[in-house]
């Protein structure tokens, strides 16, 4: 044995008596593993499995670029954990190497882990998600509704990248008819968030307005995909006047901005396909509902068919009904004697005028009999009142021809006036000037005062005296230009 050093290489050359068997070699081994102190090991869970149901102690790889090994947290050191492990996470083991002799298989064992690298992102992703969710942004209540059909749709990624290849390629499949318009940005390193959020502007901003927006991106690692984690493109995809659907990275992965978007898809090619429905399926929605509307008309035309019959039946009835109330009444009407001897009427009334004019007669010559002896006794009253009559004439004679004299006298001094005045009204007036041969041109319904009213070809209307003359502009020559 004294030939033998840690590296399990001999210093001599090998002899059968030198042989050590196979549980020799694993003490060997497992006394090298025991004098490494203990370590701390940074590097990513991979393959967890735990805990287990019947031991309920851990089992995974951690590996960073270029290696890997196999590590255990037993059960007691698990129940300690502040967090879950999984896949992908970057975390410090602190603990020591151990070999499990029945199968010679070496494992670290973590006495105790946290987070690190990727683990601390998390931990600042999920505050900054708890931080949104209690302003309210990923309250389900403020989310819009996407069009089930979107005509026009804006897509904000890296014009360089797979992506919005497969995004165009997905929506010529899916419709044709939608219009796709791509708005460029950094999806990943310095300045991305600021790009992206310059990017969903310019997509709202688009007249007409799109639809939605889809923001999407490839898969990647965590890191990767901590520009869609950022505070301030978060709250724009929030504040975005536009609905906006995301695609970030795979199915597993979740961003801030998926969680404050209107709808979250798993991949990019799943958010085109969210927003575009397949035309076959289109075609046989239309079909289906053409289907239920032909039956609903045509359940609605029988029933209206069988109310028109009841109240075509109702009418025929009330109808003879009513016929039959008129006959009975005409029937009634006809039994009158006015109508059964029309003659009877007239010698009726013939007679009660004879009667009438007798009566009238006999007032009439009572009346002249009474007025007769009235007359006789005014008469000398009358002679008397007749003899004033002459002087009162002769009055009235008098002031007629006092009034005759003195009316033209207080009228001449007026009718000077308003002679004056009617002589001055005429000369200012465009008639009494039109009268002398002059005449007034229009320009489009307008006095015309000056020759840039006019243009060659418009149209001219000149009033005399008696009467319009209408004509077209030949030519304008203002005053000096005239040759």
């Not at 089992?59 to 007691?76: E, L, N, R, T």
Request: aromatic share 4%.
């Amino acid at each position: 044995m004294d030939g033998w050093n840690l590296t399990g290489a001999s210093s001599a050359p090998a002899k059968e008596e030198d042989a050590v068997s196979v549980s020799q070699a694993i003490d060997i081994a497992a006394g090298a593993l025991d004098r490494i102190p203990q370590l701390c090991v940074l590097g990513e869970v991979t393959g967890f499995r735990g805990p287990n149901a019947r031991s309920g102690h851990c089992y995974f790889q951690i590996k960073d670029d270029s290696s890997a090994m196999d590590c255990i947290i037993w059960k007691g050191t698990y129940l300690k954990r502040a967090f879950d492990l999984r896949d992908g996470m970057q975390v410090h083991l602190t603990g020591s190497f151990n070999l499990y002799k029945a199968q010679g298989k070496m494992s670290f064992v973590a006495r105790s882990f946290s987070l690190a690298g990727e683990g601390m992102l998390r931990q600042q992703v999920a505050a900054l998600a708890e931080k949104l969710r209690r302003e309210g942004l990923m309250d389900e209540s403020r989310r819009r509704r996407i069009p089930a059909f979107c005509s026009r749709v804006a897509v904000v990624t890296s014009l360089s990248g797979a992506v919005i290849d497969d995004v165009k390629r997905t929506l010529r499949r899916r419709n044709p008819l939608v219009e796709l318009i791509c708005v460029g940005s950094k999806v990943q390193g310095e300045g991305a968030p600021e790009e992206l959020i310059e990017g969903l502007r310019r997509a709202a901003a688009i007249t007409p307005a799109p639809d939605c927006i889809l923001l999407v991106r490839g898969g990647g690692s965590f890191e990767d995909l901590m520009t869609f984690n950022d505070e301030s493109l978060a709250r724009a995809v929030a504040a975005c006047p536009v609905p906006v659907v995301t695609g970030i990275g795979h199915e597993p992965d979740t961003s801030i901005c998926d969680m404050v978007g209107d709808r979250r898809c798993s991949t990019p090619t799943a958010a085109a396909e969210s927003v575009a429905p397949a035309i076959t399926e289109l075609a046989e929605l239309l079909a289906a509902r053409e289907h239920r509307l032909v039956q609903s008309f045509t359940s609605m035309a029988a029933s209206a068919r069988a109310d028109l019959d009841a109240s075509s039946m109702r009418a025929g009835r009330a109808m003879t009904q009513r016929l039959a109330q008129m006959d009975a009444a005409l029937a009634a009407s006809a039994s009158r004697p006015c109508l059964m001897r029309p003659a009877f009427m007239v010698e009726q009334r013939s007679m009660d005028l004879a009667r009438s004019a007798e009566r009238f007669s006999s007032a009439l010559v009572q009346s002249q009999q009474r007025y007769a002896r009235e007359l006789d006794a005014l008469s000398p009253r009358l002679v008397a009142s007749t003899s004033g009559l002459a002087a009162k004439r002769h009055a009235l004679e008098l002031a007629a021809s006092r009034l005759s004299a003195a009316g033209p006298a207080m009228l001449s001094e007026p009718a000077a006036r308003l002679a004056q005045g009617a002589a001055k009204l005429d000369a200012l007036s465009p008639l009494g000037v039109l009268a002398r041969g002059y005449s007034i041109a229009y320009s489009q319904d307008r006095v015309a005062t000056s020759t840039s009213a006019f243009a060659p070809g418009s149209q001219l209307r000149v009033r005399l005296a008696d009467g319009d003359v209408y004509g077209t502009v030949d030519r304008v020559e203002p005053s000096g230009t005239a040759g």
